[in-house]
């Protein structure tokens, strides 16, 4: 077909223009409706309970179901990259991204889906448990921005993202059916839903499958940069008078692979053949409508995750010893880890008086994870000699753990005046983290075999942590708003208890962790007259604690091993602090028949740890995205196209052991999108990215971004 040529992209293009200029003749229409709807848009994620966009104390921004319907991307982290503050980091897996906000890790920022938490017990800051769900089962996205652990709990250092399912439908029956191909990956992406309510009941059935390639770039394609995923939901609602209960099933498959391109390995692959998550869901709402208590809201789950890791790695290095040769070592490791996760969270809303909401809570939540692996070490010289580099070593290791957190919350809105609201919130937790069981076995073919029993083991911790905000709306077409809220963000068992191995390193836990906090202060504004839309905040936060691996040097909860240049070894330690201030714009203007918007973070960011202090932490000073959107409807469709520039400057990483350098990009892209039909149930939608086939990499992720591509995307909603 023409989109897998280079050819066939300009064709398209110059289609679609014929398309537009043919309908010139046509009035054209503002989006100006579209931004008063998202003016009073219903979010929840900002405070518990169903309130306007436009009213919400926190930096909150929304992708819909009609962005949803549209979107041709390969994931939904790409969906939220163009959103101010929020960046995609890949970690060499492009099958499974993760997204950072306002400059901290995927591993402080929380993911919920339907409020309820996707944790991930897993090591390292940039192992968060990345987007294990996809578009089909949605009804909207909702990104808040800045810590909010005192309503939704820990890792919400960065900020929280929602991902809130659909719940029925209008009638008693609908759905949609999409499938999108993408020449980058020469992959296609199928999903249906089917969705409705029958009196008391509403439902919706959803699945969806995905098979990419390897991508392609102005290099040519990358090798295992491709993946496949699948996904299948159910949700089952019932409405009985002032009560309604629900059921939601959901379940999300991955597989994929690590990119690397580095000659410095003889031989390198890492793959996660399986990824999962399951989970079950229940959902009880009670409209008590009393002078005081308004509602009740319980709901409960459980989540299961497992992961199926496999490295190998082989490095071949010259000895400098004619005797010797040269130094081969190779080392496989498999590990295959189980955690469920049940959790259940509590919610009475209050209004005391006519001016005053109230919202009181309690949560749970217990972790259990099963982890099991095995490793095999493979040394040798090309002479033979000596006989201490020639060996093999086997290894072997199980662990169970649990961590478990209960807490109390609550939020209080007052309505001061006409124009003045004040919240406040806290939040008090108590937590414990408990090796409960393990083993670990070698057998050497030098020093032996050898058994060790893992002790149990328990770390307790408790925090409080407040925020409070101040909204002022005493301006025509205008809501000011300033903000503080605390972070708080406790290590994972593995970063307590586990020895993690993979690429022939070794890092190992450290039971004397603290948790990691941080404050953050914020100014904002909304704006919406005029024909002009604009949402912005200034912020600036200090976090401390920050977990981070160290070097070994002989240390004694390094088994006296020490990193060196054949192997490396590593242990978690808080060293790190973060200062990170920065301004955030979106801006949009609907009073030419063109209108023009712009988006964007400015951001500078500092790292301050036991040998170091540097503001070069890789982060770009200024990423985003402007363009012009013009709206047609002509006689048999609605036409939109949208023009825009996607960029980001330069960056330096100077916190590693070697500095890096990430040069600045802009890419040109070009997207067109048209309904048809009755009620315009048709859609078809084109995306022509990279336009002049930029050759580029984003500061966080680590796999080149794909050249000149087109996206293409059918949709029938019936």
């Not at 800051?125 to 939704?152: A, H, M, T, W």
């Not at 994870?369 to 093999?392: C, D, H, I, L």
């Not at 124009?419 to 939040?427: C, D, E, P, S």
């Not at 004694?556 to 978690?572: F, L, M, P, V």
């Amino acid at each position: 077909m023409a989109l897998r040529t280079r050819n066939g992209y300009f064709l398209l293009s110059s289609l679609t223009l014929l398309v537009i200029q043919s309908a010139t003749a046509a009035t054209p229409s503002t989006s100006g409706s579209s931004i008063a709807e998202e003016k009073n848009e219903l979010v929840v994620t900002a405070t518990r309970s169903e309130t306007s966009l436009w009213n919400s104390p926190a930096t909150i921004q929304v992708i819909n179901s009609e962005q949803l319907e549209k979107s041709t991307r390969l994931s939904l982290a790409d969906e939220l990259q163009d959103i101010p503050g929020v960046e995609v980091t890949d970690n060499a897996l492009a099958g499974r991204k993760q997204i950072r906000i306002r400059g901290e890790a995927s591993s402080r920022v929380l993911i919920l889906i339907d409020g309820q938490e996707v944790t991930y017990q897993r090591a390292g800051q940039n192992f968060g448990p990345g987007i294990l769900i996809d578009d089909s089962s949605l009804e909207r996205i909702e990104v808040v921005k800045g810590p909010y652990s005192v309503l939704y709990g820990s890792q919400a250092i960065g900020g929280v993202v929602n991902f809130i399912t659909r719940k029925g439908g209008d009638s008693p029956i609908g759905g949609t059916v999409k499938a999108v191909y993408d020449s980058a990956t020469k992959g296609w992406r199928e999903s249906a839903n089917l969705q409705g309510s029958l009196g008391n009941f509403d439902y919706r059935v959803n699945g969806s499958y995905a098979d990419h390639g390897d991508r392609d770039t102005p290099d040519g394609r990358l090798p295992d940069t491709g993946f496949e995923n699948n996904s299948q939901g159910v949700w089952l609602g019932y409405t009985l008078d002032k009560h309604k209960f629900g059921l939601s099933l959901d379940r999300y498959k991955l597989s994929t692979q690590t990119y690397l391109d580095d000659d410095a390995y003889e031989e390198f692959s890492v793959a996660i053949p399986k990824l999962e998550r399951e989970k079950v869901g229940l959902f009880y709402d009670f409209a008590v409508d009393g002078e005081y208590l308004k509602s009740i809201h319980l709901d409960g789950y459980t989540q299961k995750l497992e992961r199926d890791f496999k490295n190998k790695v082989k490095v071949v290095t010259p000895s400098g010893s004619p005797m010797i040769g040269d130094l081969s070592v190779a080392n496989q490791t498999r590990t295959e880890d189980e955690q469920k996760t049940y959790g259940m969270t509590l919610q009475s809303n209050f209004s005391l008086s006519e001016n005053n909401r109230l919202v009181l809570g309690a949560q749970y939540q217990q972790d259990k994870v099963t982890q099991e692996s095995v490793g095999k070490t493979e040394s040798s010289s090309s002479r033979g000699f000596p006989a201490a580099v020639n060996y093999s070593k086997n290894t072997q290791a199980n662990s169970k753990s649990e961590q478990t957190n209960w807490s109390i919350f609550g939020q209080d809105e007052w309505k001061l005046s006409d124009n003045w609201t004040w919240t406040l919130g806290a939040r008090q937790y108590w937590l414990e983290s408990e090796l409960k069981s393990g083993n670990e076995s070698a057998s050497h073919t030098i020093s032996g075999n050898s058994f060790t029993t893992l002790d149990s083991r328990s770390v307790s911790d408790s925090a409080f942590v407040t925020s409070t905000s101040l909204r002022y709306s005493g301006f025509d077409n205008t809501e000011l708003r300033m903000a503080f809220a605390q972070g708080y963000v406790f290590p994972t068992v593995a970063q307590l208890f586990m020895d993690t191995s993979a690429g022939g390193g070794m890092t190992y836990g450290n039971q004397n962790l603290d948790a990691e906090h941080s404050n953050n202060f914020e100014v904002g504004a909304r704006y919406n007259g005029n024909m002009w839309y604009v949402d912005g905040a200034i912020y600036y936060s200090e976090a401390k604690d920050y977990i981070a691996s160290i070097a070994c040097s002989g240390q004694s909860i390094c088994k006296g091993n020490t990193s060196s240049a054949r192997a490396d070894y590593y242990y978690y330690d808080n060293v790190d602090r973060a200062k990170t201030y920065g301004m955030e714009l979106s801006a949009e203007y609907n009073g030419w028949s063109v209108s023009p918007y712009a988006s964007g973070n400015i951001l500078r960011r500092q790292f301050i740890g036991q040998d170091m202090k540097t503001w070069d932490t890789g982060e770009p000073g200024v990423t985003g995205r402007f363009g012009v959107k013009y709206q047609l409807p002509l006689s048999a469709l609605d036409l939109t196209s949208d023009l825009y520039i996607r960029a980001a400057s330069k960056a330096t990483d100077n916190t590693g052991t070697t500095t890096q350098k990430y040069p600045g990009w802009a890419t040109l892209n070009l997207a067109f999108n048209s309904e048809f039909g009755p009620e315009n149930q048709y859609q078809v939608n084109l995306e022509l990215n990279n336009l002049t086939d930029k050759r580029y990499q984003t500061a966080h992720e680590s796999i080149p971004a794909a050249g000149i591509n087109a996206a293409v995307g059918l949709t029938w909603k019936f």
